[in-house]
């Protein structure tokens, strides 16, 4: 059995452990219970359509993170996404957005992780969200646009996950995201709290914030402010000056007893980004477990690398995802491998480089 397809087999199994874990978590919401109910069956039949595309030699990954719009309303310290991206006007239309999530579905793909940029500067993605209740949204949002109205939409549309990211404190989330964005925030997640809406949170793991985040003191505090999912992302350095907010070897060390710790203590769900991707085999980029669309279109192994040879304006997403270059990746062992610490394809990004001039 190739490692691709064993990797393939360990991630499915994890994602219904998750949904069934997040089941258990969201109990106590009737409705956000019956909606994870659904999602079981309908992750098993996604799952069951990307195994008879893989028989037919069509590699299919369950999540797609897709960067819907480079524009945001703020201009955070060391933001990845700003580093590869600049603004455009020239981003997919509605339409085409909604293409790709219809061939999506059809092909068997569970989960999208919108991003940006701020994804909701795209307000139509609510209405695409609405469309395709058998896909679950995991939306990363700064929550600086959430009001009202977008309130009423979540409580309607329990197939989308608002992620709210902070960098722990006010003084940590304000330094890098600008000052009084903590306390709106706290006014937000309170509101979606009294409203039964199930949300989480993003917290990107560096070198400072690392004793401020991990501490327990932190996580129950978030839990009693309603957030029952935690993401934590592991920093990568990609503009210039933030090299030495990277993680120390021994912080990094702790962070899966810490997982370990928060899910055995907590009634919430923790993922860990690269920890829990090393469970399952390694890097999931380039479509062993999620490929990233860029709001013009190119299709990437992975946030972190920013190379393509594809465009979904000019491709079906079935097509794009087995491009020359994404099948170049998926058969080098090297470029799966755990790191010890950021992305392997971005620390390997002149390998990557050279295969992507290997085909034109």
Not at 106 to 129: H, T, Y
Not at 260 to 284: H, K, Q, S, T
């Amino acid at each position: 059995m190739s490692s691709n397809h064993s990797r393939t087999k360990r991630l499915n199994s994890s994602l219904l452990i998750f949904f069934k874990n997040a089941l258990r978590v969201g109990m106590r919401n009737p409705s956000q219970a019956f909606s994870f109910i659904r999602t079981l069956g309908w992750l098993a039949r996604a799952a069951h359509r990307r195994s008879t595309w893989k028989r037919r030699d069509v590699t299919v990954p369950p999540i797609i993170i897709f960067s819907v719009t480079n524009k945001c309303n703020l201009h955070c310290k060391g933001c990845y996404a700003q580093s590869f991206h600049s603004a455009t006007e020239d981003e997919l239309s509605a339409q085409k957005l909604r293409e790709i999530t219809e061939e999506a579905e059809q092909l068997g793909v569970s989960f999208f992780v919108l991003a940006g940029g701020e994804p909701f500067m795209r307000p139509e993605i609510m209405d695409i969200m609405n469309a395709y209740p058998q896909i679950i949204f995991l939306v990363f949002t700064n929550g600086l646009l959430i009001d009202d109205a977008l309130i009423r939409q979540f409580k309607a549309q329990r197939n989308l996950v608002p992620l709210i990211s902070l960098e722990g404190t006010a003084e940590d989330t304000d330094d890098r995201r600008g000052v009084g964005t903590f306390a709106f925030l706290e006014n937000v997640m309170q509101i979606m709290r009294t409203e039964n809406i199930f949300f989480g949170t993003s917290l990107t793991l560096t070198r400072d914030n690392f004793p401020t985040i991990l501490e327990r003191a932190y996580i129950k505090n978030m839990v009693d402010a309603g957030c029952k999912f935690f993401l934590f992302l592991e920093y990568t350095p990609t503009a210039e000056g933030t090299e030495n907010w990277t993680l120390t070897i021994d912080q990094r060390n702790r962070v899966s007893g810490f997982m370990d710790a928060f899910r055995n203590e907590y009634p919430a769900l923790f993922i860990a980004v690269p920890w829990d991707e090393d469970d399952v085999g390694g890097c999931l980029s380039a479509a062993r477990g999620f490929v990233h669309i860029n709001a013009r279109g190119d299709i990437e192994p992975c946030p972190f690398a920013p190379f393509s040879d594809t465009n979904v304006r000019d491709a079906s997403l079935k097509d794009a995802l087995q491009s020359e270059f994404m099948e170049k990746i998926r058969q080098i062992p090297e470029l799966s491998r755990e790191t010890g610490g950021g992305c392997i394809l971005w620390k390997e990004r002149e390998l990557v480089q050279s295969l992507l001039k290997e085909v034109g």
